[in-house]
């Protein structure tokens, strides 16, 4: 399973973007997919999932504000990001599991494969 992240740059506060995460090698249907960020010097954090194509979690820091969807037919996630302020400036990165349970979305060591990462940088 290959992920390719696209869709980061340079915005300001208050500015959107909107990555995507195109998947080939496997169907996504099944899998969770999900996107975390990392700032610099800082751990690899939770942005949100689709668990299983089921249900959408979030972290709180972002939710109202990101909003993630598939596109099975496309085998591409989306995370739609408005509102954006300094503190979202990372490198974003997609993640993608077929085999994860409910209490291990958070955690992206359970995560198998992973896309390259695509810089997202807000200025005030």
């Known amino acids: 399973v290959q992920l390719q992240a696209s869709g980061g740059g340079l915005v300001q506060a208050g500015g959107s973007l909107r990555l995507s995460c195109a998947i080939s090698?496997?169907?996504?249907?099944?899998?969770?997919v999900g996107w975390f960020r990392q700032a610099p010097g800082k751990e690899r954090d939770f942005v949100g999932t689709?668990?299983?194509?089921?249900?959408?979690y979030y972290s709180d820091s972002v939710k109202g504000r990101f909003t993630l969807s598939r596109d099975n037919a496309k085998n591409t996630v989306y995370l739609q990001m408005d509102s954006l302020k300094p503190e979202d400036t990372a490198v974003y990165y997609c993640?993608?599991?077929?085999?994860?349970?409910?209490?291990?979305?958070?955690?992206?060591?359970?995560?198998?494969?992973w896309g390259q990462g695509t810089l997202v940088t807000v200025s005030s």
């Open positions: 993640a993608a599991d077929s085999r994860l349970i409910l209490s291990s979305i958070y955690d992206p060591e359970r995560y198998d494969y």
């Open positions: 090698g496997r169907t996504i249907r099944d899998y969770t």
């Open positions: 689709s668990f299983r194509g089921v249900r959408i």
